[in-house]
Structure formats: C-alpha cells, structure tokens
C-alpha cells in the first residue's frame, strides 16, 4: 500500500508519511488531512505519494480522515507555493499556513453548513393571492416570496415579522417547501444551485472616464500583451489617473471571463478602492485582508478559488490566493514597504505576482509614482515594460513642486513654523483643507528630567518610551509595554519632567489652539483602531471644509482628497543621514508621496517640506528634478557600492532571554558559515540587532551577501541543515530572511 505524504505546519523542513485513511480511496494531491502528531491532532494537506518511508513500518500511524473530496489547490498553483518554500527556505507547511483561510487551517469545511432557505412550490408560483383572503397575513407572504429574486431564510422572514407558524401553514397547502440541500458528496451544506450565477451580459456598472491622450497611449500598449507574460512598470505621477488604467484594463478582462488580482499595500485603502471597483463592474468583487473575519476571509477565497469572484482586491497574503481564471495581476503602490511580510514566511508579493503572473503566463502591472529601486532597474534595463504618465488627466492641474522651507535658527510651535502656520491660514481661509503629515505618534517621543538628565526608557527594549497624553500613559511602541505617567522623576524626585520632540497629539493640541473653529481629524494607529473607525474618518474629511488633515504616512497612501490644497511634511530629516541603505530612497518616496496629496482636482496645490538640511543636494534634485532623477542616483550608488539590486542578501536573526545563549550561536554559526564557504561570499557578523534588547529579548544578526544568487541559496541551505541539527539552536529562537529589506 503506499504511504501518503502530508505537510504539515512545523518548523521541519520535510514532509511527513502516514498510511492513508483505512478503507478509503488514496486522497488526490491538495487534499486537506487530518491525522495524529505526537500527542495531538493536525491538520495538513497531502502533497503525494511514496512506495516506502525512511522509517520502519510500525512507527508509520495511518491518517485519520480525508477534509475534502475535491484538491483545494491545483497542480499548478501547489508548484508555485512549493517554489516559495524553496526559494525562501522554509517549511511546505508553513506556506500552506499562509496560503490557506484560518478556518480551512482548524479543519472547518470549505462549504459550511447553510440554514435552508424557505422556496416557492410549482403551484406557489401560479397560486393568486386572492386564494388566501382569509389569511391576510399569509398572504402577504406568499406575495412576498413570490417577488423575491432569491429564496429567504427562516431568520430573515421572522425578521419582516412572520412566523414559523405561518411558514408551517403554507407548507401544509404546498405552495412553499424547504430548499432541498446538497449530498454531502456534492458540497457539505451547499444549496442546489447552477454553478455559473446569472450575469448582466455588460460587465460595466457605469461609463468608463474618458482617456487623455497619454492614457490612450499606454491603454494601446497593455492591451497588446494580453494574453502573454509582459511585466510592466506603470510609472504615473500622482493622481495621473493609474487607477483609471487598471479599471479600464480590467474591463477586457472581465469580458473575456477572466479573472483579476489586484494587489494594495494598506487595509486602509481597501474600502475606497473596492467602491470604486464595485461602482464600475456588474461583477462579483471581493477583498481579502487581516481586519476581515475569519467567515468573510473563507467566503472570499472560496468565491475566488471557484472562479466567482471576477475581481480579488487585497492586501500582500492575497498573492496565494487560487484563481482558477486569472488572466492579469495588478500591484498598485508597488514600491510600499508593506508587501514584505516581517514574520514567519517572510515573501515580498510583489517578487511572488511577477513570478506567479510568469508561471501562469499572464500580464502584470506594476503601478507607483516612486517605483523601488528594484523595479526601476529592471525598467531601466529593459526586464520590464518601462511606461510613462506624466500629467494629471484634469486640464491645467498640475503636480506641485514640493518646497524646501528650512527651519535653522527658526522657533518652533509644536513643530509648526511661522511661515508654515501662515501658508496654512491662506489655505484655510479659502475653505480648503490642510495636510500634515507627522510620521510620530504619542505626544513626545521622550520625556526627560530637566533636573537630572533622566530620561524614560522601557524595561524591555532598549527604546524610549512615548508620552501619550490621551489616555496619559508611558508606550513602548515596540513592545507594547504601557505604564503611568511618573508624577516625579524616579531618579532625582526634584526635577521638573519635560516632553521632548513632537508626536502627532502634541501637533493636535497646537493645532485645536491656533484653529478653534476648524475641525482637526487626526490617523494614526491611536486615532483608527478598525476599519469602523477609518471609515467614519474618511467620511469626515470627505464633508468637512476647512479641516486640517493631520496623521502618519497612512495619510500619504494613496487617498483622494480633492479639497486638500495644501500638504506639508514636518520634519523630512529622519531618513536623510540614516546608516539603513534604503533612507533616503524611501525619504524620497514619503514626500512624494505626501506632495501628492495637494491640488488633485481643479484647485493649484502648494507643497511645503520642513527641513534642517535644506541645501542638501539630494533633497534639492527631488523637488527641482524629480523622483525618478534622484532614483537613478541612487541607483548609481547601490552599484558602486554592490548594494541590492545589484547584489543579494540573506539574513539570519536569533533571539534568546539571555545574551549569551544567542551570543554562543551565532558565534558558531558564523564559524559554520566561514568553514563552508567555498564561493567567496561576504560575510557581515554576527552583530548585537541595531536594538539589541526588544520585548525582553537580546537580539543578534549575520548577514551573507553575494554577487549572485546560486552560491548564497546553496550556503543558506548548508547553514540550514547544521542548524536544524545544532543542540544550541535548540534553545535559541532563529529565522532566516532571504532579501531582506529592514536591516535595523
């Protein structure tokens, strides 16, 4: 009998052989599993069959039973999530964990059981009202079923008022019956329905915006690699009309019966994005991301992996989805830091759509006004597409130039200047609204004793702590951790405690003093908890004018706000002198992107940057120049210097309650690294984390760096094996990112 082989999510990086389930037929591959691991049960997902084991016979326990009669995934799309496993190292069943809905990971069915609809008989149908004069009441629900599209439920007619007695009643004179539901080999729960639903032969739900010419252009150029693998770099200033792109794109997609996966970087986006998508299409649009609910997150990919879903919107996790139609991949904002996952599997899905839209042979855009460094190579050598918008589609609106307004020597209200306030109260007073963008949350990023020189730190971290005004508290934004405000300083008891810096709450306070009359609608992580709250905020600022706009970069991320006409950034110094590589590209981006948000519609936009370094050159080529002249600059850079992506990179954390526990690891592992490495790569380490102590832990790293890909994947995988075997990585926590983009 053969044996089945099962992934399962474990830190092993194997599959593992049971006998299949006793008297049933062997599953088929993509065949979800239940079946004993050690003391407990799991739920894995059978990957294919072998003749014999490695292990003897008796120590081979059997499956315990099959979850599905029909493989979750295709042969093809299970090659593209073993192809992940490969690349980044990591276990089948940890990618399957990434792939696969929560509920269908626990062992719930894929087709849920669903309350039975209460349908109109044959002689329903015909039957006339009048026949019921003596039962008004049931009558009236008869007329009502008789005009509704769709069978009701039970629940939702005793919601409009009737009762069970009344349903029994006209069931006992056969004008209405349960709906009849589906065997079980035919869908657990599943209503007898037709498998294609009825469609409006139009797939539009309104007109399409007319193109400008350099649209048209690019629409000319798209639609000619249809069909094929044609990565593309869709590179538009902001508000150049890229969505109306992807829109009118889409369509010829949908009309050919095709499916389309649109990926975007934040939660925060989806609901503005899915409106408009649903506004435009008579088709079935769904969004995945983290803040749905384990049943709505089920219910989006079940309608995408049967093929109903014509339009899957979603955050980086909706790359595994399964799509058995897909016949374009869109990644809008593709530069966004948050498509690289920072835990577990840590994917970049911006790498994964173009891989995926490869494998399946299909289209890919990618879409930004500040492309990565690493699509912006492959443009500029020609792996890519390299496409052009250039100008907003309104006639005479065009993208302000972002202004240095240098602040030495100036005096500072809350991190607000005199000449900034002033541009501010221009604007104001012409009922518009303001954008300020402040990447700082909390009231100060320090408190410091002016008597002593105390300054409160965490007792986990090797961070400050944020004073928070409301509610008053002490945060830790790395690890969470919160206490009291201190009444006095624990260190001298007389000195006066004093914040230092601006947080986006102090910037609140100064704002709500100098403006009393006009509303401030402040996002942050503090402010907009759930998407509830985000909503309410979006429809806010979508009444309210004036309103000052004041939040983090969630604020710079792709919104509409046609009334904001003018957009500042407080402090654009953070990332110009950093020691991470990527400073200044991703500097560069955020006022960008930030510039972006003035003078969208037919208002002049103005855009003011609050620097120290004014006379930096670099900041001066990417207000006078652009973006993209910066970008080639750094590029330049990252070549000289044999940086990504012009190079490439792995890197291995450990982490441990004490710090010689990870201290010894490292150590041999770098011993480990140097003894393997017959291909000359460059080895970085083992260094203390930039933050060496985070949530009570001491952090290490040891980066590998290589020329080329081959030799670094071939000495990850020898370094991976010697871990997995070394009793000291047993006691330590340890992962591996392969191209990783956060060095601190």
């Known amino acids: 009998m053969p044996l089945i082989q099962v992934a399962l999510a474990t830190p092993l990086r194997r599959l593992f052989d049971y006998w299949p389930v006793a008297g049933e037929p062997l599953p088929a591959v993509g065949v979800r599993v239940k079946v004993p691991f050690g003391n407990r049960q799991m739920i894995g997902l059978v990957m294919g069959q072998v003749a014999a084991s490695d292990l003897p016979n008796n120590r081979i326990k059997a499956a315990l039973a099959y979850l599905d009669t029909k493989p979750l995934f295709t042969q093809h799309h299970l090659d593209f999530l073993r192809w992940v496993a490969s690349y980044y190292h990591q276990p089948m069943g940890e990618v399957l964990q990434a792939a696969l809905p929560a509920l269908l990971r626990q062992g719930q069915n894929l087709h849920p059981p669903q309350e039975p609809r209460w349908e109109l008989t044959e002689l329903g149908k015909t039957t006339p009202l009048s026949e019921l004069q003596r039962a008004p009441r049931q009558a009236n629900l008869l007329k009502l079923l008789q005009t509704s599209a769709q069978p009701k439920t039970q629940k939702a007619l005793q919601a409009e008022g009737y009762s069970l007695a009344m349903l029994q009643a006209l069931q006992t004179k056969n004008l209405i019956a349960l709906q009849k539901l589906a065997t079980k080999t035919q869908g657990i729960g599943l209503p007898q329905l037709p498998l294609d639903e009825h469609l409006p032969k139009s797939v539009l739900a309104e007109v399409p915006l007319t193109l400008t010419a350099e649209q048209q252009q690019v629409m000319q150029i798209l639609t000619k690699k249809l069909g094929t693998f044609s990565p593309a770099l869709l590179q538009g200033v902001t508000g150049s009309g890229k969505t109306e792109i992807y829109l009118q794109l889409i369509q010829q997609l949908l009309e050919a019966g095709q499916q389309v996966l649109v990926l975007i970087p934040e939660i925060g986006l989806t609901p503005q994005t899915l409106k408009r998508f649903e506004q435009r299409f008579n088709r079935r649009v769904v969004s995945m991301h983290s803040a749905m609910t384990d049943k709505e997150r089920l219910d989006a990919w079940r309608s995408a992996m049967q093929g109903r879903a014509a339009v899957v919107l979603g955050t980086r996790s909706a790359i595994f989805t399964p799509l058995p139609k897909l016949g374009l991949i869109i990644v809008d904002e593709e530069h966004d830091t948050s498509f690289k996952q920072q835990d577990g599997l840590r994917y970049q899905a911006r790498d994964l759509a173009v891989l995926r839209a490869k494998q399946e042979n299909i289209p890919i855009l990618l879409g930004s006004a500040t492309p990565a460094l690493e699509t912006l190579v492959k443009a500029k050598d020609g792996a890519y597409l390299w496409l052009h918008l250039r100008q907003r589609p309104a006639q005479g609106v065009k993208v302000p130039e972002p202004k240095l307004l240098d602040i030495r020597n100036r005096k500072l209200f809350g991190g607000f200047s005199e000449p900034l306030l002033l541009a501010m109260d221009k604007h104001l007073k012409a009922d518009n609204q303001v954008l300020v963008l402040l990447n700082r949350r909390g009231f100060a990023p320090v408190l410091m004793c002016t008597g002593c020189g105390w300054i409160a730190g965490c007792l986990h971290c090797d961070s400050r702590m944020t004073w928070h005004k409301e509610p008053p508290k002490l945060h830790c934004h790395h690890c969470d951790q919160q206490q009291p405000l201190p009444t006095s300083c624990p260190q001298c008891v007389d000195?006066?405690?004093?914040?230092?810096?601006?947080?986006?709450?102090?910037?609140?306070?100064?704002?709500?003093?100098?403006?009393?009359?006009?509303?401030?609608?402040?996002?942050?992580?503090?402010?907009?908890?759930?998407?509830?709250?985000?909503?309410?905020?979006?429809?806010?600022?979508?009444?309210?004018?004036?309103?000052?706009?004041?939040?983090?970069?969630?604020?710079?991320?792709?919104?509409?706000?046609?009334?904001?006409?003018?957009?500042?950034?407080?402090?654009?110094?953070?990332?110009?002198?950093?020691?991470?590589?990527?400073?200044?590209?991703?500097?560069?981006?955020?006022?960008?992107?930030?510039?972006?948000?003035?003078?969208?519609?037919?208002?002049?936009?103005?855009?003011?940057?609050?620097?120290?370094?004014?006379?930096?050159?670099?900041?001066?080529?990417?207000?006078?120049?652009?973006?993209?002249?910066?970008?080639?600059?750094?590029?330049?850079?990252?070549?000289?210097?044999?940086?990504?992506?012009?190079?490439?990179?792995?890197?291995?954390?450990?982490?441990?309650?004490?710090?010689?526990?990870?201290?010894?690891?490292?150590?041999?592992?770098?011993?480990?690294?140097?003894?393997?490495?017959?291909?000359?790569?460059?080895?970085?380490?083992?260094?203390?984390?930039?933050?060496?102590?985070?949530?009570?832990?001491?952090?290490?790293?040891?980066?590998?760096?290589?020329?080329?890909?081959?030799?670094?994947?071939?000495?990850?995988?020898?370094?991976?094996?010697?871990?997995?075997?070394?009793?000291?990585?047993?006691?330590?926590?340890?992962?591996?990112?392969?191209?990783?983009?956060?060095?601190?």
């Not at 914040?499 to 992580?525: F, K, N, Q, S, W």
């Not at 503090?526 to 905020?537: E, G, H, T, Y």
């Not at 006409?565 to 110009?576: K, P, V």
């Not at 020691?579 to 590209?585: K, W």
């Open 495 to 744: 000195g006066e405690l004093k914040p230092l810096g601006v947080g986006t709450e102090r910037a609140e306070e100064v704002l709500l003093e100098r403006y009393p009359d006009i509303p401030v609608i402040r996002l942050d992580r503090d402010s907009v908890r759930n998407r509830n709250d985000l909503a309410a905020k979006l429809e806010q600022i979508a009444r309210q004018r004036p309103a000052i706009l004041l939040g983090t970069q969630m604020l710079a991320k792709g919104h509409h706000f046609p009334d904001v006409t003018l957009a500042t950034l407080l402090n654009a110094d953070h990332g110009l002198y950093s020691s991470d590589p990527r400073a200044m590209e991703r500097t560069a981006q955020l006022i960008i992107q930030v510039a972006g948000r003035a003078g969208r519609e037919e208002k002049p936009g103005e855009v003011i940057i609050q620097t120290h370094h004014s006379d930096d050159p670099r900041l001066e080529k990417l207000c006078i120049e652009g973006y993209e002249a910066l970008a080639l600059d750094l590029l330049d850079e990252r070549q000289k210097t044999n940086w990504p992506p012009y190079a490439y990179l792995a890197m291995f954390r450990a982490e441990a309650p004490k710090t010689e526990q990870v201290d010894a690891l490292m150590r041999l592992l770098a011993g480990q690294a140097n003894a393997l490495n017959q291909e000359h790569l460059t080895l970085l380490g083992p260094v203390p984390a930039p933050m060496e102590r985070r949530q009570g832990r001491y952090h290490m790293q040891f980066l590998l760096h290589a020329k080329k890909r081959a030799p670094l994947h071939r000495l990850v995988a020898q370094l991976l094996s010697w871990l997995e075997k070394s009793p000291e990585a047993r006691r330590v926590r340890w992962s591996l990112d392969i191209d990783p983009e956060d060095l601190f």
